[in-house]
């Protein structure tokens, strides 16, 4: 089955330095890749998602890519601010559910 | 327009009691999921309803632990004999039809703590 795994799991950067996580999967036949940000006592909630026929996608300051030769796909975050500080967590689809990665704590320091 | 809500938001239990946990998903969305999730710890699959059928209970830690959707909307998931390591956050989740593939809109979770 599909296994989908985050790195890093903590990430500390400075305000307005990027920030990028990275997550591989196992399955080839993955389409859709979301990613979801669950901050401190909140519900995880999406901030971006990528499907399998584009290799980029970006909104604003976050962006997604995704190598599917490789399979593996990153979230990047520029310009991080204070707001961005939370639990990001990359998903991949197989059959009737997402696999979730383990998640990644991001820090900003001021 | 409404989210998805869950209730109680709170569920504080002793050792062998059984739980019931509610979700109200967003209105016509057909697809339900269940996860819980440990103090700092990521999102475990526990079962997915489309409208009232669950094809997919693989999640469901022990026999102990059962869910049902009715009508296509409000779904229960209920533990019975509750252990001490049943203690988490209880998250579901609510798409418009397959969430494996569409944005899944998250409830704010039962915390349950087992004594």
């Known amino acids: 089955g599909e296994n989908v795994e985050q790195h890093p799991s903590t990430l500390s950067v400075q305000e307005g330095d990027s920030a990028v996580i990275k997550c591989t999967y196992s399955?080839?036949?993955?389409?859709?890749f979301p990613w979801y940000k669950q901050e401190l006592g909140k519900r995880p909630q999406l901030i971006i998602d990528i499907r399998s026929n584009v290799g980029e996608k970006k909104d604003q300051r976050i962006a997604v890519t995704l190598n599917k030769t490789a399979k593996h796909f990153s979230l990047h975050i520029t310009e991080t601010q204070p707001e961005d500080s939370a639990v990001y967590f990359c998903?991949?689809?197989?059959?009737?559910?997402?696999?979730w990665g383990a998640g990644t704590k991001l820090i900003i320091k001021p | 327009g409404a989210g998805v809500s869950q209730s109680p938001s709170n569920k504080v239990t002793e050792k062998g009691k059984d739980v019931e946990l509610r979700c109200d998903p967003i209105s016509g969305h057909t697809a339900l999921y269940w996860y819980r999730q440990s103090l700092g710890q990521g999102l475990e699959f526990l079962i997915y309803f489309q409208g009232n059928s669950a094809p997919d209970k693989s999640g469901l830690p022990s026999d102990r632990f059962s869910a049902e959707r009715t009508g296509g909307s409000v779904s229960t998931l209920t533990i019975q004999r509750t252990q001490q390591e049943d203690s988490a956050v209880y998250l579901c989740a609510s798409s418009s039809w397959g969430g494996s593939y569409n944005e899944q809109f998250f409830g704010p979770g039962t915390r349950l703590t087992v004594l």
């Open positions: 998903a991949a689809n197989s059959n009737y559910q997402l696999i």
């Open positions: 399955d080839s036949a993955s389409n859709y």
